[in-house]
């Protein structure tokens, strides 16, 4: 019979994110790891699996803590357009905020990590798509209760979104002031008041 794990699981988790976040996937050792968890290599080992394998656990967490509860939190508690418009409120606070300049776990992991690991490839994209797709049932159900334009193609201005929404975060890392980053979000936020403009007739009538 398996001997009980004699530490937090949760806790070492949560170490692991710290110090993957604070200095990135490639940078980040056995040793660095093993000191922030508390644990010993084989400990590690056998409760995490490899340094991938723990790094994707590490940004699940991270994901399922941070970005998928405030999506749950919004959608469920706000109207459609102002979800959206909260969304980015938030995120500019908290990158303004941000004394360390560590950026976005999600965002730097895809910058860094991504294109040489497909189990975290596999977890930054179905992310992004989770992101994408609460900006298009926010602004489908906005157009549906009359707060944003009808003409406007919902898959397209989701897209859109997400650029700004990683624009942001990188951007955040090297110029995070709220001007800055506000400057980016408000022309994005802007298309979803745009009034509809009906094609005028072209045929003259004749006098």
Not at 43 to 71: I, Q
Not at 79 to 87: D, G, L, M, R, V
Not at 123 to 132: L, Y
Request: glycine share 6%.
């Amino acid at each position: 019979m398996p001997r009980p794990r004699e530490f937090d699981e949760t806790a070492a988790l949560d170490a692991a994110i710290e110090c993957f976040w604070r200095r990135g996937f490639e940078a980040t050792s056995l040793r660095d790891l093993t000191a922030a968890m508390g644990l010993t290599a084989p400990s590690l080992y056998n409760a995490f699996g490899d340094k991938e394998e723990l790094f994707a656990l590490a940004l699940e967490r991270y994901l399922e803590r941070n970005t998928r509860g405030r999506l749950r939190r919004l959608e469920e508690t706000l109207a459609p357009k102002q979800a959206i418009a909260q969304f980015f409120a938030e995120i500019v606070g908290h990158s303004v905020s941000d004394r360390h300049r560590k950026g976005c776990f999600l965002v730097n992991s895809a910058l860094e990590i991504a294109p040489h690991h497909a189990q975290c490839r596999a977890v930054i994209s179905r992310q992004f798509q989770g992101i994408e797709g609460f900006f298009a049932r926010c602004i489908l159900a906005a157009q549906a209760d009359g707060t944003v334009p009808l003409h406007l193609d919902a898959g397209d201005v989701a897209k859109l979104l997400l650029g700004v929404l990683l624009g942001v975060r990188v951007l955040a890392r090297t110029n995070p002031t709220r001007r800055a980053l506000e400057g980016v979000v408000r022309p994005a936020l802007a298309l979803l008041d745009q009034p509809h403009q009906p094609r005028r007739n072209q045929k003259r009538v004749k006098q």
